[in-house]
């Protein structure tokens, strides 16, 4: 079946450390988005990318950095530089960008602090 | 703020019962997306309705738009047990960039 694999499903940062979020889609979408989802809120954009070798800056993209050197892949790096990453980090694709394009959703990596 | 906002922002009904959520935003868009979401788990997509569409149906689910409004509603008709999630809109506004735009949901919860 097609779909999106994000992992680990629970990741723990110490503190000044990086950690990387996996996300993989078998979908041959050319679009990934990366979105952080705190308590009883919305999704909030971090990065985009619509093809590969290419991304964009969402909203909150400061204390992270993403890479989309292949299709399928589009890992998230949280870095030390985030001071408040405890967040549940979803990851979405979708044929291309643009209007009228429903995203495809990991279940997602849930990030603590230690 | 944000551009969606659902009202209400959690809701109880028994199995059997209509369950509708509503959905507002601020500036006009291309269209409208309503997205399920399990505990833990990721989104998944119910329906998109476009700017120039007034009504639209699968299955249990209604969706309306009303873009003199601003405003969108999502039915849910016969819930069942397995239609406790929450549910998100998500606005693709017309400014001519991408983005999407997604509000901070209603949490529905339906007793058996």
């Known amino acids: 079946d097609g779909g999106i694999t994000q992992s680990p499903k629970y990741l723990f940062r110490k503190e000044g450390q990086n950690v990387t979020l996996s996300c993989e889609q078998n979908l041959n979408h050319d679009a990934m988005y990366w979105y952080r989802q705190d308590p009883g809120q919305g999704l909030r954009l971090i990065y985009y990318?619509?093809?590969?070798?290419?991304?964009q800056k969402g909203d909150i993209a400061e204390g992270y950095s993403v890479s989309r050197e292949k299709k399928e892949s589009f890992p998230l790096t949280v870095t030390s530089a985030q001071k408040n990453p405890t967040a549940f980090y979803l990851c979405?694709?979708?044929?291309?960008?643009?209007?009228?394009?429903?995203?495809?959703f990991g279940d997602g990596t849930r990030l603590s602090i230690l | 703020s944000q551009q969606g906002e659902e009202d209400p922002q959690a809701l109880s009904i028994q199995e059997g019962e209509n369950a509708t959520m509503n959905c507002s935003y601020k500036t006009s868009i291309n269209n409208l997306q309503w997205y399920r979401q399990n505990s833990g788990r990721g989104l998944v997509h119910l329906i998109l309705?476009?700017?120039?569409?007034r009504e639209k149906h699968s299955g249990r689910l209604r969706v309306t738009l009303d873009t003199s409004k601003k405003s969108s509603s999502l039915l849910i008709t016969a819930s069942r047990a397995a239609d406790t999630a929450s549910y998100f809109c998500?606005?693709?506004?017309?400014?001519?960039?991408?983005?999407?735009?997604f509000g901070a949901g209603t949490r529905l919860f339906v007793k058996a």
């Open positions: 998500a606005t693709d506004p017309n400014t001519g960039g991408f983005k999407t735009i």
């Open positions: 979405a694709s979708s044929i291309q960008t643009g209007h009228n394009q429903p995203q495809h």
């Open positions: 990318s619509q093809i590969v070798n290419d991304f």
């Open positions: 309705i476009r700017s120039n569409e």
